[in-house]
T-cell receptor, first 115, second 113 residues
């Protein structure tokens, strides 16, 4: 059983389209995250949710909108896709908000290519 | 603000040789330190973590890391590298005040036969 699963794994789409990436965790964790990994492998936090409440919203364009229907799911919607959005997007989860004291478990990533 | 530096972008070692990957952090208080590994096309897997106590921590796959406060370092080591260790390695730091990990830029490890 995959602890943090995200779909799709690969996504190729045209500029201007709207797309979504779904994420689910079966670990019973309270906190979920979206990280972006750019072409240079740099990982940066985008959002985090705790019990469906938005906690972290880094300087991400408002074309990116996370949605958490329940604490086991955190989906990422991206509107009006741009070339620069091409990256690997990782969903992750941890027991609670205290990232310092808890391990963050990552999904396998979603490779988004905008053409 | 906390930050993590991995000075080596790319390292190549021979199979069976020892390995040390460097990680330096910047943070005012006691950090919480992690090493993750990312195999090609895969997600990140936790190798080990340091929160407190013994400064030498053991992880999975035969890896260990040592926290040195005086040098602000948390270097990852393995005495004998296997070909399957070829991957990207990320050091990360967390803190009580910040609710997400800050990652280094990664070190790509290649293993020669």
């Amino acid at each position: 059983d995959t602890a943090v699963s995200q779909t799709p794994k690969y996504l190729v789409t045209q500029m201007g389209n709207d797309k979504s990436i779904k994420c689910e965790q079966n670990l019973g964790h309270d906190t979920m995250y979206w990280y972006k990994q750019d072409s240079k492998k740099f990982l940066k936090i985008m959002f985090s949710y705790n019990n469906k409440e938005l906690i972290i919203n880094e300087t991400v364009p408002n074309r990116f909108s996370p949605k958490s229907p329940d604490k086991a799911h955190l989906n990422l919607h991206i509107n009006s896709l741009e070339l620069g959005d091409s990256a690997v997007y990782f969903c992750a989860s941890s027991q609670d908000l205290t990232a310092a004291g808890n391990t963050i478990y990552f999904g396998e990533g979603s490779w988004l290519t905008v053409v | 603000a906390q930050s993590v530096t991995q000075p080596d972008i790319h390292i190549t070692v021979s199979e069976g040789a020892s390995l040390e990957l460097r990680c330096n952090y910047s943070y005012g208080a006691t950090p919480y330190l992690f090493w993750y590994v990312q195999s090609p096309g895969q997600g990140l897997q936790l190798l080990l973590k340091y929160f407190s106590g013994d400064t030498l921590v053991q992880g999975i796959k035969g890896f260990e890391a040592e926290f040195k406060r005086s040098q602000s370092s948390f270097n990852l080591r393995k005495p004998s590298v296997h070909w399957s260790d070829a991957a990207e390695y990320f050091c990360a730091v967390g803190s009580a005040g910040r609710r997400a990990l800050t990652f280094g830029s990664g070190t790509r490890l290649q293993v020669q036969p």
